[in-house]
Each structure stands twice: as C-alpha cells, then as structure tokens.
C-alpha cells in the first residue's frame, strides 16, 4: 500500500538553528499539506500545495518558515531560526484531489524538540 | 467561523462493550466531516466521511458515525469494542480550511 514518507522521523536542534523537513507524497497526488500538532492537540494546517502552487499558506508564521514543492511532488519545511515553541511534530498529508470531500493521507510525521 | 469540538479527553470502555466519541462542529453552510485515529508514533489514518446522503456512514475497523444536522453532531460508533481500538481519535470539520478538533484518548479494557 502506498504511503506518505517523512524524514528525518526525529529531530533535535538548538534554538536560533535553522531545519528541514521533506514530506514525498503518495504518487499521483497532486495536493500536499503540512500541519504542526502541538502535544495534546489537533493538526493545525500550516500550508496546502496544489501541485507546486500554494493554496492556503494563511497560518504559516511567514517570518521563520518557508515551504517549498518546487516540481510538484515532493516538499520541504523550512524553519530559520527556530525557537522553543516550534517543538511539536509535523505532519504532511497528501490527497488526490484538492476536493474538499476528500480524505488525507498522512505520513508518520518528524518530531522536533528545539533545546 | 469553523470549528468542532470533542468535549472528551480520554473515554475508557470495557471490551466488548458498544463505544462512542463525540464530535460537534460549527460552520456556515454544509460541512464535509471526517474521522481520524491516530496510533501512537504513526501519522493519522482515515477511518470514515460524511459528505451527503444518509445520516449514518461506515468506515474502517467497524466504525461507524452518525451525522445530525440538528444537533450539529458527528459521533463515532462502534458495537463492540476491541483492545485494538486503543488510540487517539480526531473529529475534523472541512467548509474552505479544514479544522481538527484536539482529539479524544480511547482507552478499551480488556
């Protein structure tokens, strides 16, 4: 079955350091998504991909995070320089459509503690 | 404004026994629904989707939910629960962005 892959699974990092993530979507799915999860809460989008244009970007904290899907497949979140409430995991999604009756699928997420 | 609610950290059933976990949403308009489990160290899993047509949908594991549009409701259900359930289970609400609410601890005793 076809999943979602995300690297590094965990990461580590002191805060002022710049990180990357990278999300490769199911093949075939046009529409991306990555999402902060704080402990004990919901993923909260942070940027929709349709292909390599950004839909929705309305919650990305702009003046530290960046996100990029250059040739429309694969992804990367950018955090320069993070800070000690970017500890949370991130999550990445993809979907065959941009559709908004359909469902996500999620990859394991990266989980980043800022020290 | 979109929103939704789980007005429950954590519910604990005992196996074998029918199980639900609440889900209420606000939005303008008719709302795209959706139920998600999550396991621990995993990314979240689809279980079900109310889009339109009847009131009670079917999903994966035997889950099920049912839709109400008066009381602005999207339990999730299940008769007869498993040790397996265990998990952490997300109600999400889609009109424009897509909403998550903070999600519930299902917790099965054997």
């Known amino acids: 079955e076809a999943e979602v892959a995300q690297s590094p699974r965990y990461k580590i990092t002191e805060k002022s350091q710049a990180v990357a993530f990278w999300c490769d979507p199911i093949s075939g799915h046009a529409t991306l998504y990555w999402y902060r999860q704080i402990l004990g809460q919901g993923p909260e989008l942070l940027v929709q991909f349709q292909d390599e244009s950004v839909v929705d970007d309305s919650q990305l904290p702009k003046d530290r995070f960046s996100a990029e899907r250059l040739k429309g497949v694969d992804s990367t979140l950018k955090i320069q320089p993070a800070e000690l409430g970017d500890s949370a995991m991130y999550l990445c999604?993809?979907?065959?459509?941009?559709?908004?009756?359909?469902?996500?699928?999620f990859g394991p997420g990266t989980r980043l503690t800022v020290t | 404004a979109q929103s939704v609610a789980q007005p429950e950290d954590q519910v604990n059933v005992a196996e074998g026994n029918p199980l639900t976990v609440k889900c209420t949403y606000s939005?303008?308009?008719?709302?795209?629904l959706f139920w998600y489990v999550q396991y621990p160290n995993r990314g979240l899993q689809f279980l079900l989707k109310?889009?339109?047509?009847?009131?009670l949908v079917k999903g994966s594991y035997g889950f099920e939910a049912e839709f109400n549009k008066s009381q602005t409701s999207f339990h999730l259900k299940k008769p007869s629960a498993l040790v397996s359930d265990s998990a952490l289970y997300f109600c999400?609400?889609?009109?424009?962005?897509?909403?998550f609410g903070k999600g519930t601890r299902l917790h099965i005793l054997p």
């Open positions: 999400a609400v889609r009109r424009d962005k897509i909403i």
């Open positions: 939005v303008s308009g008719n709302p795209y």
């Open positions: 109310y889009i339109t047509g009847d009131n």
């Open positions: 999604a993809s979907s065959s459509r941009v559709d908004q009756a359909y469902e996500q699928y």
